[in-house]
């Protein structure tokens, strides 16, 4: 049992800033990678963003230099800082973790709107 929970989603101008955190509880310590997902209206589910235990990242190209994943493994908490927002970041954006690649566990996700 993992349990995720997101926070610090919003409305947002183009150009503004957010950072998403995620705390986790439960049975973490097997999760070797988390990480952040989004899903705009009509679109599947698309990766942001993951890190390793060890702190390794991996981001999806639209992402890379406009937002940072970290993890504080002592607070049990992984963020996501969102800098020079978009329009088309819009999305509900949801924390994931696993054992691996693959997500096991998802949070509820939290509302994210860049508006014009």
């Known amino acids: 049992q993992v349990q995720l929970v997101e926070s610090g989603g919003g409305l947002v101008q183009a150009g503004g800033s957010l950072r998403l955190s995620c705390a986790a509880s439960g049975r973490i310590l097997s999760m070797n990678v988390m990480g952040w997902y989004r899903q705009a209206p009509g679109k599947q589910r698309e990766l942001v963003a993951t890190?390793?235990?060890?702190?390794?990242?991996n981001y999806a190209d639209s992402m890379k230099g406009r937002f940072t994943i970290s993890r504080d493994n002592a607070k049990n908490t992984v963020y996501l800082q969102m800098n020079s927002l978009k329009p088309e970041d819009t999305a509900v954006y949801y924390c994931s973790a696993g054992v691996s690649k693959s997500p096991s566990y998802w949070g509820q996700g939290t509302q994210v709107t860049v508006s014009v």
């Open positions: 890190i390793t235990w060890g702190g390794s990242t």
